[in-house]
């Protein structure tokens, strides 16, 4: 799978080579481009962007470098992404679909954002993704955009290695889809007097997956009680009902 990133900060991506992605890199599963905007931008100081209009503070990205660096950049089976806080919720389940893509495209905004033609433009060339990484504002969207890849990178077949599967995660669609993991522990059984649940040393394969599950729903119970209220009551097994 291929990633390619525009950007006027090139240098935010050096993360890219390293842990998990690189070693996927290495091995010929993904592939990364990053390329700064400014090598589209032709007048002396190399300007991408401009003042607002209708007023109002902060610049807004300049169109026209954005289009030669789009054009040159896209291709027929491209999908590009572009981070907003005003997008459709970045989620597991939108991970899993750009995944299937053979070519993202990211175009990372600054300041207060890119101008709103480019996105207007390439909806009539390729599937185009405004997405969010949260209600919150970034000053850039260079780190959502490596959330992104490493979201999307982990769910490329063989990125993982096979001991780490990918559908107990949180949020993995299926009977995880709107629950989070459970705690995990590790050696040594006891430390700082604090021991690991004894089911979780029985051996007992079966119970330990249901000692799982019930603690997903703890957890998600506490901490994210408004994905409870989305669970398909189709999901539940016997057992979850009597939760
Ligand atoms: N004025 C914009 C607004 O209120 O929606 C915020 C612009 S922000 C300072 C600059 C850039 O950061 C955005 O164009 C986007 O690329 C990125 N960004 C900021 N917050 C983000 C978020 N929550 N998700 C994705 N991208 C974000």
Redesign the pocket.
């Known amino acids: 799978m291929r990633f390619d990133v525009i950007t006027i900060f090139p240098e935010y991506f050096s993360p890219l080579s390293a842990s998990l992605l690189g070693k996927a890199a290495d091995k010929g599963l993904l592939s990364f481009g990053v390329h700064d905007l400014r090598d589209w931008a032709y007048d002396r100081h190399r300007t991408v962007d401009d003042t607002p209009y209708g007023g109002g503070p902060g610049m807004v990205m300049k169109p026209a470098p954005w289009g030669e660096a789009l054009d040159d950049v896209l291709t027929p089976e491209s999908r590009l992404v572009v ?5 459709r919720p970045f989620t597991q389940a939108v991970a899993g679909e750009l995944a299937s893509a053979p070519h993202l495209v990211f175009a ?7 101008d709103s033609r480019v996105m207007a433009h390439y909806r009539d060339v390729v599937e185009v993704h405004e ?4 209600d ?6 260079e780190v ?1 955009v490596l959330v992104m890849v490493e979201a999307v990178s982990r769910l490329v077949p063989g990125v993982l290695g096979n001991a780490e599967s990918v559908s107990d995660d949180s949020f993995a669609p299926g009977r995880m889809e709107t629950l989070v993991e459970g705690p995990v522990y590790t050696k040594p059984p006891v430390w700082r007097d604090r021991e690991v649940p004894a089911v979780l040393k029985s051996g007992h394969h079966g119970k330990i997956a249901r000692w799982r599950r019930d603690e997903a729903f703890r957890r998600t119970a506490a901490l994210r009680p408004d994905l409870l209220a989305r669970l398909d009551p189709k999901a539940l097994d016997k057992h979850d009902r009597r939760l």
Do not use: F, N
């Open positions: 981070p907003t806080p005003s997008g990372c905004g600054r300041y207060e954002g890119i997405l969010s990484i949260g919150y504002v970034l000053a850039g969207g959502a």
